[in-house]
């Protein structure tokens, strides 16, 4: 590799929904960029979501800046047109994207940062993170869990009800995933779905847009020091897509709380009594995938960077997108993470100019 190639003012590491949307950005002030993807295609995190994830918005609110995702075959898109639609959105604005590259680490030299893939490296004046999140699934830790014998899998790794027919399984997690994985394993196996507090249904006409505009008049109201009395309605609350009214119609949307611990076929809930499992489905969210940027000193105890609007307060010229309200409201949305990369790539061009 020349070092015409490796060297630019941005590397993005990721090559999902804040990736491409960074990119239309920098594009559109000219600012030279290198996309590095560790994904042997377009798409990012919705490759690896399972076969039947429908949005829970309509394609006009999921859409990247640009360029609006073209109607869909129904109301909410189905994992497989948002790829075709990042596929395509990539092409047409002829990104430069590298992958499959998985990048080790990125070092600090001087006013560059080196970014390190293997044996190969690229240097940039900027890093603009948009790793994500789908890469480190959260499990949480239950006595007796490494001996049960019977499949654990997390949502991440969730393709289809197919391995869970007849079965009896437990899906952990009150948000959309859970609802929508309990959906449809509950149409061929017997489900017991435990959340930690009562799941939050929103009513049957609320949809992602709602809770996008709901969002954005909460950060309003908070820029402006003002509390704003309007019904909750946070992105983790569960949308009633067809396949979730069709789960209530059938009675199966009930709850109950976690249960204590595992044995080796069954787990024990609070009353002491013991039931027989064949698997348990966590849809138990994810972590901030981050350790490309441990050689930087700058990922904290919690595993989160420090962050103002975005920026690493202790390295001056790395950026975070997309990893969720901590870098951005809603930036961990197709909808919502264009304001993210529009601002983050203002705050980048003025750090250029003046270095």
Known sequence: ???????????????????????????????????????????????????SLRLFSPNTWSSLSGWMMPITEQTYPTRNEVIQYLSAYEQRYQFSIVRPVHVDRVESKGKYLDVYA??????????VSATGTWSKPFIPDYPGQENFQGTQLHSAHYLNADPFKDKKVIVVGGGNS??????EVSQVAETIWVTKSPPQFLSDDVDGRVLFL???????????????????????????????KEARE??????????QSFTINSVIWPDGSE??????????GFKASLDHLRSLGA????????????????????WLVGYGDWTG?????????????????????DYLANI
Request: aromatic share 6%.
């Open 250 to 259: 059938r009675g199966v949307l009930h709850s109950r709380p976690p249960f």
């Open 214 to 244: 709901r969002a954005t008049e909460r950060l309003k109201a908070q820029q402006e020091g003002k509390v704003i009395d309007q019904p909750v309605g946070g992105l983790g609350d569960i949308v009633m897509i067809d396949s979730v």
């Open 1 to 51: 590799m020349n070092q015409k190639q490796t060297e630019t003012d941005v590397i993005i590491i990721g090559g999902g929904q804040a990736a491409l949307s960074t990119a239309y950005f920098l594009k559109r002030k000219k600012i030279p960029f290198i996309i590095l993807d560790d994904q042997d295609q377009a798409g990012g995190a919705w490759l690896h979501a399972w076969e």
């Open 118 to 127: 293997g044996e190969k490296f690229w240097r940039a004046k900027v890093v």
């Open 329 to 349: 409201l809603a930036s961990a949305t197709l909808i919502g993470v264009s304001r993210t990369a529009r601002a983050t790539v203002d705050d980048v061009a």
């Open 299 to 318: 990922v904290e105890q919690d595993n989160s960077v420090e962050v103002k609007d975005g920026r690493s307060v202790k390295i001056a010229n790395l």
């Open 275 to 284: 039931e027989h499992v064949d698997a348990v489905i966590w849809c138990t």
């Open 178 to 183: 859970g609802a929508q994985i309990l959906a």
